[in-house]
C-alpha cells in the first residue's frame, strides 16, 4: 500500500470548515490560535459566510490553514505517506508535507500570493469555464476559432479526462460559451472563482509575487512534490519559478496524478472539502482509492480503516 496526499485548490472551500478539528484537537487550536495575518482567519474559516469565503483574498489563506491542520493530525496518527500533490494553491500546503516548507513559511507565502491575485482580479473581470466531454484538442481548436472574435483565451487547467478548464475575461469566456453550446455537446460549468487564474490575466499578480518568493529559502523535500507546472517532481532550484509560473500558467493535475499512480501510489488522501479528486479519479483510474480527511470524523474513520 502506497499512500498519496492531495490538498484541495480554491473551490473546495466550505463555511465552518475546521472548527471541529480545533474543538477537538489542542495541537490544531495551538496552531490556529499562533496564526497571524491581516484579517481574523478563525472567524472567517470558523463563523464567515459564503460570499465572504469565496473571495480570493480569504480562500486561499483559509485553505492553506484548513490542510495544514489536518496535516497535523495524520501526521499525530502516524499515517504514512509517499508522495505528496496540491491542486493550485494546494502546492503550498503540498510543500509543508514534504518538508519544503514550515507551515508560518507557507502562511505568509500563501496570504501574499491571495493578495496580488485579488489585485489582478480586480484589474479585470475574469474567470473559468470548466468544458466537460471533450479532447483538449478540440478545445483548442475552439480557443482559435473564437480568437478570430478577439476572444483570448488559455487553458487553465487539465484535471483529468475530458474535463479542460479555459481561463479569459468574462466577456471572452461568454463567447467560447456560445461557440461551443452551437457546436458542440459539451457541458460547461462556470467555476466559483473570482478571476482568470492561470492565465495571462494574473501578469501583474505573476511580477509581484515573484518578487515575493526571493525573500524565501526552500529545503530539499523529505517526501517527493509533484509539481502543478510538471506533473512530476521538481529540484530545490526550480521551486520559487514553478510556484511563480503556475499563477498564469496551465496546471497538469492530471499529469501529476498519473504519475504517483505509475510509482505505486494506490491510495489517495483527499484533504479538502466537497470530493472533488474523488470525481477526478473515476476519470483517471476507477481502481485507485480516494478517502477524503476533512473533519474530526473523517479522521476517525481513516484511523480505524488503516488499523484494521
Known sequence: MKIGLLFSGQGSQKVGMGRDLYEAYPDVREFYDQIQMGFDIKA?????DEQTLKQTIYTQPVLVAFH?????QLKALGIPYEYVAGLSLGEF???????VLEEKEALALIEKRAQWMSKACEETEGGLLAVMGLEVEEVEEAIEEVRTQGAKLQIANLNCPKQVVVGGSLEDLQIIKGYLEEHSSARLAQ????GGFHTDLMESAYQGFSEDLKGFTFKDASTPVIYNRLGTPGDRDQIQQLLAEQLKS?????????YMIDQGVDIFLEIGCNDIFKGFLKRIDR?????????VETLEQLKEELSA
Request: charge should be positive; proline fraction near 3%; charged fraction near 20%.
Open 287 to 295: 481502481r485507485i482509492r480516494v478517502i477524503p480527511v476533512n473533519s
Open 68 to 72: 495544514l491542520a489536518v496535516l497535523r
Open 250 to 258: 496551465t496546471t497538469y493535475f492530471e499529469k501529476s496524478i498519473r
Open 191 to 194: 467555476l466559483e472563482v473570482q
Open 44 to 48: 472567517v474559516s470558523f463563523e464567515g
Open 93 to 99: 500546503s503540498a510543500l509543508v508535507a514534504g518538508g
